[in-house]
């Protein structure tokens, strides 16, 4: 894969409007009634989902959606943030907001399952040098590194010394949907001559409309796929979109695409990791253990917090910012209407 | 409008393969980066939250509605169903299931705002001759008869009425998803030669995915675009694609798109005006009334009755089965895991 790394071609703008469509319509060639049966998912309720309750999950809910993962056939399951106690405080922030190799042992126990584990370590907020192992001592198998695309080269830094270390590695792209084109153009070719294996599309904002990431996701393919990398997305859903784009996504050619059960995520949340099972309709994934997993470990935590589609996401995600706004407007004790929020946001 | 509809070209097998790219992709134009500014919009809240609350809105709901899509630029708004009282008992039903000329000049006063007054007539629970008057004697605009493939010619005999009477009208082709190719090109080809002044199509049971969704509208504009005909659709939310599914219907080519105010529908609910309106960034169209409306008037009826996204209705629509089942399984008092709900529906 690495060693693939300098055949990345420059981006140049004639060359970027044409791709290749030869080789996007290859990784389409299932699309049109079969679905594509080498998508990979990867779950991130656990992680996303930290970003709701600051982490604080309790290893009996953690080991369900584990073993969820493992029943149903998942490929990856995300445990946590692997980020410094620096950055967070451990008296405000639960153990999946660290994951320490120990915790992580504890969650497997003796008995590793076949489902691949993966931290998302953010750019200013971790030390990969203080805080990774090597691979060959740790129960983790991915590092995803993640940041905006001006702290691109942070995270690159940290995918470098933790692919030196053995592990499998993913670049993950934030706030894609703000980028312009200059920025995408550099974002991908930085990604493309990197060591990730895994290039992430992030739709944080939730502000995607299909054809746009169908546009950004093609554009990555076309930059990075000879050099080996495979292209993946997450979407949020502040629009209702997350499901949707990410089928246009498996369909475009994603290899990978991050889902959560029940949606758990930052905000409007993820795409449900219960939808993809069941759309794809792969035998090799079971939906019994997600919808189990849904209802019983991870819908009940409704009654500590909040998240999922609501007025106030949908206008974060229709204006493309972050959607702190939204998450803070909800919280606020003497909020006014939410077409007066939406209307403030759209004159700020 | 009618005198095109001897111009309808027949549907044979190799026709419908290529369709006519030309004209599908004239309608396209402004997809790319521009959103289509001539697209309609029916609100159809009161009508299809009809079937959640059996049509008893009170008057001051409806106006809230009504005054809601004239202030926001919709086009039309479905009041309701016009359906008979054999088929129906009053003291089941609320007026809103009969739409009585009276009851429709109750909301409008003497102040008819601008936004056409649409009603749908249910084949097999409606009657043309009985309750139709004419269109000069009716605040009613629009007539919409609907019905499953097999009862089209009762529709379409519905429809011939009300356009003789003076009425817009519009078939509403229910249960798309569940169709054969055979019998969509018979009910589109029966559409295209009706007097019929829109086609459309409803996902009844939101089982499509946006790929066949595209497929089946630009079919039906092939067969229907000569007759003059405008193409629409109705799309329910049971796999979380309503506003992707109509985003998509919009782009392929629909003059005009169901969507409903927070959703309110049977089951799993509708595309939401909300997001719609924010999506197409029209002028013509104001977001402010529909979001107050949404928070004043139609999210307090969460108290009394239950519409929207849910693990039964994502079962019905990966199954694509009618979303009765999950009504019925939501009701039960002793209801097993939904996995176990699903499994049984599978197996049936």
């Given at each position: 894969m690495r060693n693939g790394a300098r055949q990345t071609r420059a981006v140049s703008g004639n060359v970027m409007t044409t791709f290749n469509q030869k080789k996007i319509e290859a990784r389409q060639k299932d699309a049109m009634g079969r679905i594509r049966s080498d998508v990979k998912i990867l779950d991130c309720t656990i992680r996303d989902g930290g970003a709701v309750n600051n982490s604080h999950f309790g290893m009996e809910t953690v080991r369900a959606v584990y073993d969820a993962c493992a029943d149903a056939g998942?490929?990856?399951?995300?445990?946590g943030y692997k980020n410094s106690r620096g950055a967070f405080s451990p008296s405000d922030f639960g153990e999946w907001r660290f994951c320490d190799d120990e915790t992580v042992k504890r969650l497997v126990g003796d008995n590793k399952r076949d489902v691949k584990l993966a931290v998302m370590m953010d750019a200013g907020k971790s030390d990969c040098r203080a805080s990774l192992r090597k691979k060959s001592d740790s129960p983790i198998d991915m590092i995803r590194a993640s940041a905006y695309a001006g702290g691109l080269s942070e995270a690159l830094d940290t995918v470098k010394y933790a692919a030196d270390l053995g592990y499998e590695t993913s670049v993950c792209i934030m706030a894609?949907?703000?980028?312009?084109e200059r920025e995408i153009n550099k974002a991908f070719e930085a990604a493309a001559q990197s060591d990730a294996d895994v290039v992430y599309l992030m739709d944080s904002f939730g502000g995607l409309d299909g054809h746009r990431l169908r546009y950004l996701l093609a554009k990555c393919i076309y930059v990075c796929s000879d050099a080996g990398k495979r292209v993946g997305v997450h979407i949020h859903n502040n629009l209702q979109l997350a499901f949707a784009n990410t089928i246009d996504a498996v369909i475009t050619g994603a290899d990978i695409v991050d889902c959560s059960i029940a949606g758990l995520?930052?905000?409007?949340?993820?795409?449900?990791t219960e939808l993809m099972v069941g759309f794809l309709r792969n035998p090799r994934f079971k939906l019994r253990p997600v919808l189990e997993c849904a209802q019983n470990a991870i819908e009940p935590l409704r009654r500590s917090f909040d998240w999922g589609f609501d007025y106030p996401y949908m206008a974060t995600g229709l204006l493309n910012i972050h959607p702190s706004h939204a998450i803070n407007y909800k919280k606020s004790e003497n909020r006014g209407s939410v077409a007066d929020f939406y209307e403030s946001l759209s004159e700020d």
């Open positions: 998942i490929d990856y399951m995300e445990v894609i949907s703000t980028l312009s995520g930052r905000g409007a949340g993820n795409c449900r």
